[in-house]
């Protein structure tokens, strides 16, 4: 079973940065898939940035230019750097990963992962 431990994340004023990580448990040599959602109460969760064991990489909409993925293979770990940030992206954040590399319909959705970290709350104040 492998273990997504997240680190990161916070309370920042509208306009700040915050940078989330997520590391794997075990070592895949074929690297992880890994993404990464939010969600708020009452509502599904959503993609925000999703980076394939290959380096292709996806953006949210809402995100695209003020978030970037990245992965650190060595590490078995991605990151999200949240720049710019807005009140509207205040959410519970949870990486995910799968050892196998989700089809481009999948990227972004729940179905695509099989791996979930335990989440770690971002509040952007106004």
């Known amino acids: 079973q492998v273990q997504l431990v997240q680190s990161g994340g916070g309370s920042v004023q509208a306009g700040g940065s915050l940078r989330l990580s997520c590391a794997a448990s075990?070592?895949?040599?074929?690297?992880?898939?890994m993404a990464w959602f939010r969600q708020v109460p009452g509502k599904e969760r959503e993609g925000v940035a999703a980076?394939?064991?290959?380096?292709?990489?996806s953006y949210a909409n809402s995100v695209m230019g003020r978030f970037t993925i990245s992965r650190d293979n060595a590490k078995n770990t991605s990151y999200l750097q949240m720049n710019s940030l807005k009140p509207e992206d205040t959410a519970m954040y949870y990486c995910?990963?799968?050892?196998?590399?989700?089809?481009?319909?999948?990227?972004?959705?729940?179905?695509?992962?099989?791996?979930w970290g335990q989440g770690t709350q971002v509040t952007v104040s106004s």
């Open positions: 980076i394939d064991s290959d380096g292709s990489i």
């Open positions: 075990k070592y895949s040599r074929s690297g992880y898939s």
């Open positions: 995910a990963a799968d050892p196998r590399r989700p089809a481009p319909w999948l990227r972004m959705f729940i179905g695509g992962y099989a791996y």
